[in-house]
């Protein structure tokens, strides 16, 4: 099918006013952390990019768009940007896509990313007729970007400094070469930030536009309480203007940015729809496929209260079913697999929570994840008192901040899953 690229309202402003977009927010996590953002989760009164109501599963996302295009018809872009990179945890953004593209074969699919990680899917991209591709490239100077980036985390590296932003521009310039050689649009997200790289803006036009971007979005810094550069404050509008007249010369411009949320929906500039964050929640909170209906949820766990006990060192699993309001009920109590078996015991592990949506577990390896996930159990890594992560989960499908884990584990050792 031939895609109509004249309907994607962030690429064609004319566009804007009858095709609506709407961010299935997918990607949890990332791999930069940069000194403007703050990701948050369950959050319904910030309208910036990292902020989202829920996260959801591939198959959720689904469920979501489908029952939101009931709301709302005029949806002709689907898009993934966030809550943090796309590419940070590739699988549930490809298969988001994969799955929209069958299902819906006329809708323009899009990306947003930070470039790290781009590169090595430009192909898988292109194979699903992603057609759009936003990169947000705030230097070209690994002296500056070195004070825009806190970390880089380049495979299993954490990079710092000029190291970690000179790995992120390689990275960011060879996203941009394989995209175009895929025929893909290319965006480029700057976020000017006074002070630091307001005077560097018409550098980064420049480049992006020798390597073969197509557009240019000029943003001003949304400064966000809590973080290194909350204090910076945003460019004056006169001086905004002034800059982008000077990065046009190199790229055309994208004025008319409303800084969407990673849940956005709706016309560019329209307010959020209470019905679809209501049903946004709502589908989080269900089962991993909505299609399927499984009431419990499981714990692994030494006493039944805590979440301190690691998927391969259960003997036991405590099953709860979430109450519409106040704590959890306990069901039972059953029977972890023994140890040992290889991927049998996980199968096992998975036929003992068919019933089950959701495990809460300390940490879990990779095999294990992989396998409960592929029968559509929910692995959550938290920490701290079960019910109030249950409550949390079951209401937005996604943990408070004080329970989320900073490190996930490996798989790859006998470890905690702490970090290593």
């Given amino acids: 099918m031939t895609l109509d690229l004249t309907q994607h309202p962030c690429f064609n402003e004319t566009a804007r006013e009858t095709a609506a977009r709407i961010h299935l927010p997918v990607a949890p996590r990332c791999n930069v952390q940069c000194n403007f953002c703050d990701r948050k989760y ?3 009164n910030e309208s910036r990019p990292g902020v989202t109501s829920a ?9 979501y768009l489908e029952r939101a295009l009931e709301t709302a018809p005029e949806i002709r872009v689907v898009g993934i940007a966030g809550p943090g990179d796309p590419f940070a945890s590739p699988e549930p953004t490809i298969e988001t896509l994969r799955l929209v593209r069958n299902r819906y074969p006329e809708m323009l699919l899009c990306v947003a990313s930070n470039g790290l990680e781009v590169a090595a899917h430009a192909a898988e991209l292109a194979k699903l007729q992603v057609s759009h591709v936003t990169l947000t490239v705030n230097a070209v100077d690994p002296a500056i970007g070195a004070q825009i980036y806190a970390w880089v985390r380049a495979g299993i590296r954490i990079l710092r400094g000029v190291d970690g932003a000179t790995a992120l521009l390689e990275r960011q310039r060879l996203a941009i070469v394989e ?13 000017v930030m006074p002070g630091i790289n307001d005077g560097h803006a018409v550098a980064v036009a420049r480049e992006m536009a020798s390597l073969g971007a197509n557009i240019m979005n000029a943003i001003p810094l949304y400064p966000v309480a809590g973080t290194p550069f909350a204090s910076i404050g945003e460019i004056d509008h006169a001086e905004l203007t002034e800059l982008r007249g000077r990065t046009a010369e190199f790229l055309p411009q994208m004025l008319h940015c409303t800084r969407c949320r990673a849940d956005a929906v709706g016309l560019l500039g329209a307010p959020q729809s209470q019905t679809l964050v209501e049903l946004l929640q709502t589908t989080a909170a269900g089962p991993v496929n909505p299609n399927e209906r499984r009431p419990y949820v499981a714990l692994t766990s030494h006493e039944g209260a805590l979440i301190n006990q690691h998927v391969g060192e259960a003997t036991r ?12 009920a306990l069901i039972e109590m059953r029977d972890a697999p023994d140890a040992g078996g290889g991927l049998a015991r996980w199968e096992k592990l998975a036929d003992a929570l068919d019933d089950c949506k ?17 029968r559509g159990i929910r692995v959550i890594e938290a920490v701290g008192v079960a019910s109030d992560a249950i409550v949390a989960w079951n209401r937005t499908g996604q943990l408070p901040r004080g329970m989320q884990k900073l490190f996930q584990g490996c798989g790859g050792c006998s470890g905690t899953g702490s970090g290593c």
Avoid at 317 to 328: I, K, M, N, R, T
Avoid at 359 to 371: H, N, Q
């Fill in 55 to 63: 996260v959801l599963t591939p198959q959720q996302a689904v469920f």
């Fill in 358 to 374: 959701a495990v809460f577990t300390s940490a879990v390896g990779k095999t294990p994840r992989r396998i409960l996930e592929q």
């Fill in 179 to 191: 995209l175009k050689r895929h025929g893909i649009t290319v965006k480029i997200n700057t976020i």
């Fill in 42 to 44: 369950d959050c319904l």
């Fill in 317 to 328: 699993l405590w099953v709860f079913e979430p109450q519409p309001d106040g704590p959890p």
